[in-house]
């Protein structure tokens, strides 16, 4: 015997499950970031030191 559909709850879940995925790439991106962040920091001060 099949399940009687739970419209609602099924709803709920794909809209949970879509905010947990992007919140992880959220948080990716942002350490990604991060990162780009230090690697131009330890580049720029070199540069400017050299140039100066």
Known sequence: MARKPNY???R???ERQKATK???RLKM???KA???KKAEALSTPSS???SD
Do not use: L, P, Q
Request: hydrophobic letters at 20%; proline letters at 0%; glycine letters at 0%.
């Open 12 to 14: 709920i879940e794909r």
């Open 48 to 50: 400017s030191s050299v």
């Open 29 to 31: 991106k942002k350490e």
């Open 22 to 24: 992007k919140a992880e």
């Open 8 to 10: 609602r709850f099924d």
């Open 34 to 36: 991060e990162e780009r």
